[in-house]
């Protein structure tokens, strides 16, 4: 099973942006992660279609299951 940690931001436009990192470790620990995203978001180093990001929307962990239905 695949997991990715997803963190979640809005744009200048409000628009949701994320970034996906591959593996996180775990457990996850929040406040390191929220502290990350602050760093993100002060350092504005991603830029958007819809402008600059602004604030953080969230972060989940995503788990995927892939099945083979066919080989």
Do not use: W, Y
């Not at 997803?6 to 470790?25: C, G, R, T, Y």
Request: aromatic share 4%; proline share 4%.
């Amino acid at each position: 099973m695949a997991k990715t940690l997803e963190l979640q931001f809005l744009n200048a436009d409000n628009k949701p942006f994320s970034i996906s990192l591959n593996d996180p470790v775990e457990p996850v620990d929040a406040a390191a992660i929220s502290a990350a995203m602050d760093t993100l978001l002060q350092q504005n180093i991603f830029s958007t279609s819809g402008g600059d990001l602004v604030s953080k929307r969230g972060a989940r962990i995503v788990e995927r299951n892939t099945s083979d239905v066919i080989i």
